[in-house]
Structure formats: structure tokens, C-alpha cells
């Protein structure tokens, strides 16, 4: 599609030209045809009206790392984000598996022994996720196709893609979409007890205990939902004890993040009653998210495909599609810890 057929201005037309010449010089023809790149940066920029002139980005400051921050807890609390993947296969990272041998020595003493490290590999499989809009053609009419897709991009359907790279980071089921940290059977996980368990101050240290005695790194992150928060400040707790949960999003002294991306509907057999399991659990995760790596391929854009003549055209809709092409990986999967069976009731 010619960057005029968008009703773009001449200004604007030349612009969104050359980046998209750019895109496809560097990372090929998109893969289906009709559609063209859309930079993330145009997505992004202010819109105060609806005209061919505000297409013109007010906010080309940066990175799609920065623009992706608002909307994903996860890379807020410190993911690595890797963009402009040009081949559509696996992304690796290799890591070594064993720490190196350390030995103190003297001038006199033996020789150094030497310790081989093993190496092993964090392969990041690429997904991708649709999004589908139906525009009113009176809005298109009123302003134009690029318009449109500007104002949508920016908007709700940024967000909500977004959240869902987010929500697949912690709890993917890894069948269609991006395995989760709470999914991932190579990730540890504690119990709160057999029936489940507060969120108290004995499962919280629990928690802090079995990632810090396998994993130094960084400074971790706990990620929980509305609920356990509730409880968590309801909690008592011995006298002398700080309070678990701080004005200021702090759990233990480390940061916390309050998603609904953390579930809050598992289910545990219950002994005492085999035909009525125990519902309603909620799951913690605890972390150093700077071992996540967000994957993104193509041009650090996304892809756009544009249809006035879908199923709804006749109904005065045009179809706008929205790819975006995303994996997720742990580099070091000691560094998290999860906890799946959380009760939360008052």
C-alpha cells in the first residue's frame, strides 16, 4: 500500500516512506501480502486532532523498550527486551550451566585445578498475536486511514496487546502462546501447606529463602494479584516485625507489582473431601526479572494489514489487523521461585 493511498501529507507521506523502505530493506517484506510496517514510535505519539498533520510523530524519543514500560509490569521490573529479530526461527542465548571452580593459592602451593564449563541453551520460540479492529468507515472518511490507524495503535489496542505479552510472561501455557514463569516446570515452586496457605509472614520469608539460597543477583520483585494484597496487609504480624506490606509497594523490602496477570482460580485436591477440590487459590511470583528476555522480531514496528473489503463492509466496516511477533525466555531459571496455592479469603 503507497504511503498516499493513507492520506497522509506530503511531509508525512515522505516520512512514513523512507521508514518503511527501511524496514523492508533490513528486515525483508513482511510476510503477508497487503501489508506494510507501521513504526512503534507513530503509535505512540500524542494525538490532539484528527487531521493528516498530527500523523507526524510528536514523541520520536525513543525505543520501543521505553514505549512498551508503561504497559508491562514485567519489563518494568527490569526484562530484557530484544528487538528487530530479522529471521523468523528461534532466538538463543547461550548461558554456562555450572559456576567456575574457585581456588585459593600461594606461592608454593599445587597447581590451579581447572573446571571445563557446561554450557546449555535459552532458546526463545517466536509467537504471534493478532489483534482485529473493525474501523467505521465514517471515521475514515472523517479523517483518514493512516489517522485511523495511528489513533488505534496508540490506544486500547496497544494496551491490551501489550498486556498480554505481559500476561503470557508469567502464567503462558506455552500451547500457542509463550510459556509463564508459573508454568514452567524448571522453575521452582513451593507450597503453602497442604490446604493451602496465608500469605504470611512464614510463607513470604519461605519464598525469599529458597531463591536466595541457589540464586545472587540482582534486586528481585514480587508479582501478586489484588487479592493477595488484600490479605497481605491484613495479615498480622509478631510485634518488633515491620509490616509485610509497605506504603510504598514494598514486600519484604523488595519491590511489589499488583497484577490480575497473576491467577487467581487454581484449585488443589482436597484430602478431607475428594469430590470438592479447594478452589480459588492465587499464585506469588518472586524474581530477578532482569533474566527475562521479551524477544521481538521484525522491524521495531508493528505489522499492519488494512482491509475495506472484509467481511463487515458491508455493515459500513473496514477490518484493521495488528501483528506483532514475540517470544519469552528465562536466561537463568534459579532465579525465580513460585507459589501456586495461596488462600486469600478473608
Not at 520520536?60 to 523498550?65: P, R, T
Request: with cysteine; net charge negative.
Amino acid at each position: 500500500m503507497k504511503t498516499t493511498e493513507l492520506g497522509l501529507n506530503r511531509e508525512a507521506s515522505d516520512y512514513a516512506t523512507a521508514l518503511n523502505q527501511m524496514f523492508r530493506t533490513n528486515f525483508g517484506e513482511p510476510r503477508r501480502s497487503g501489508a506494510y510496517y507501521f513504526p512503534f514510535v507513530l503509535g505512540r505519539r500524542d494525538l490532539t486532532t484528527i487531521t493528516a498533520e498530527s500523523l507526524v510523530a510528536s514523541r520520536f524519543d525513543g525505543g520501543i523498550i521505553e514505549a512498551l514500560r508503561p504497559h508491562s509490569g514485567v519489563i518494568a521490573a527490569g526484562a530484557q527486551v530484544i528487538t528487530g529479530l530479522k529471521r523468523h526461527g528461534n532466538y538463543v542465548v547461550p548461558r554456562i550451566d555450572n559456576a567456575p571452580m574457585l581456588t585459593w593459592i600461594d606461592d608454593v602451593g599445587p597447581g590451579v585445578p581447572t573446571g571445563d564449563p557446561d554450557f546449555d541453551q535459552c532458546v526463545i520460540k517466536p509467537y504471534t498475536l493478532c489483534a482485529n479492529i473493525n474501523i467505521s468507515r465514517l471515521l475514515i472518511k472523517g479523517a483518514s486511514v493512516a489517522d485511523s490507524i495511528a489513533a488505534a495503535l496508540s490506544g486500547e489496542v496497544q494496551r491490551e496487546m501489550l498486556a498480554e505479552v505481559d500476561r503470557v510472561a508469567i502464567a503462558g501455557t506455552g500451547v500457542g502462546q509463550p510459556l509463564g514463569i508459573l508454568n514452567d516446570p524448571d522453575v521452582y515452586r513451593t507450597s503453602a501447606g497442604g490446604l493451602g496457605g496465608d500469605p504470611d509472614h512464614v510463607l513470604l520469608t519461605d519464598l525469599e529463602d529458597a531463591i536466595g539460597s541457589v540464586y545472587v543477583g540482582n534486586d528481585l520483585t514480587w508479582f501478586v494479584n489484588a487479592a493477595t494484597r488484600r490479605k497481605i496487609r491484613r495479615t498480622p504480624v509478631d510485634p518488633g516485625i515491620d509490616p509485610l506490606w509497605r506504603g510504598r509497594n514494598e514486600l519484604l523490602g523488595y519491590t511489589a507489582a499488583v497484577t490480575e496477570h497473576i491467577p487467581g482460580d487454581g484449585e488443589k485436591p482436597n484430602p478431607g473431601s475428594p469430590g470438592s477440590p479447594i478452589q480459588n487459590l492465587s499464585s506469588i511470583v518472586l524474581g530477578d526479572f532482569s533474566r527475562a528476555t521479551v524477544a521481538i522480531w521484525g522491524a521495531p514496528a508493528f505489522e499492519v494489514l488494512f482491509n475495506p473489503y472484509g467481511e463487515n463492509a458491508l455493515s459500513g466496516k473496514a477490518q484493521l489487523s495488528v501483528f506483532l511477533h514475540v517470544g519469552i525466555g528465562l536466561r537463568r531459571k534459579e532465579a525465580f521461585v513460585t507459589c501456586r496455592d495461596v488462600i486469600t479469603e478473608l
